[in-house]
């Protein structure tokens, strides 16, 4: 057990909806990154938000955005899905700082979300 | 960017040894990380190394060579829990804080 948590487990939209997953940090973790894994392949990076401001995107569309919470909790909002957004959802919370320079830690992953688009 | 490889499938007899390959091509490189993730489940961390050498934990090791852009997971005393997949992740360090790039990932098969 990490101690990350997400909601919901299982989700089913039709193309063109919204959708939201949320998703509940490690205790003493600021920071969250979230990923899109599809089936047999490695989790792909969406964005990371750490004090509540996205510091880092991978190479998704803008209708896939985040919010991070005073908290340190975290959204995932994927607008107008398409069906290759059919995928295994994971968050995974971390501890960034300044050191030597920046850096974020270990990465701990939450159950994920199964969104499924028909 | 990066490049991730590792191997698509090992299948290895319980009680033996298998290890798992992984090489990587980065822009920059801030430590490597491996992770286990059975089926329908989390990714869970192993190890990690950020220093060329060899990591123990127990029945995993890992190794890295920065120099090579080469690291490999061990598992010795296979057991049947043991298959699953194995993720072999890089922290990129030189975009933002350090962004995990993960490939596709290795399933291992034990067998009886």
């Known amino acids: 057990e990490t101690g990350v948590t997400q909601s919901p487990t299982h989700l089913i939209k039709t193309r063109g909806q919204q959708v939201t997953l949320r998703c509940s940090s490690q205790?003493?973790?600021?920071?969250v990154s979230w990923y899109q894994q599809a089936l047999g392949q490695g989790p792909q990076f969406i964005f990371q938000y750490y004090r509540e401001e996205e510091n880092g995107r991978g190479n998704f569309p803008p209708r896939f955005s985040g919010l991070q919470f005073p908290n340190y909790s975290s959204e995932l909002n994927v607008n107008a899905l398409e069906l290759d957004d059919s995928a295994l959802y994971l968050c995974?919370?971390?501890?960034?700082?300044?050191?030597?320079?920046?850096?974020?830690?270990?990465?701990?992953f939450g159950p994920g979300t199964r969104l499924t688009v028909l | 960017g990066q490049n991730i490889d590792q191997p698509t499938e090992m299948t290895a007899t319980e009680g033996a040894i298998v290890q798992i390959n992984c090489t990587y091509q980065t822009s920059g490189f801030n430590g490597l990380f491996w992770y286990q993730q059975h089926a329908g489940e989390a990714p869970t961390f192993l190890s990690y190394?950020?220093?060329?050498g060899l990591e123990e934990k127990g029945r995993f090791s890992s190794f890295l060579s920065r120099s090579k852009g080469y690291s490999y997971l061990l598992l010795k005393e296979l057991q049947m829990k043991d298959s699953a997949s194995y993720l072999c992740a890089v922290r990129d360090s030189t975009d933002s804080w350090g962004k995990f790039q993960f490939g596709a990932g290795t399933q291992v098969v034990v067998t009886p």
């Open positions: 205790s003493g973790h600021n920071t």
């Open positions: 190394n950020v220093l060329d």
């Open positions: 995974a919370s971390s501890l960034s700082g300044t050191t030597s320079g920046r850096y974020t830690d270990t990465q701990y």
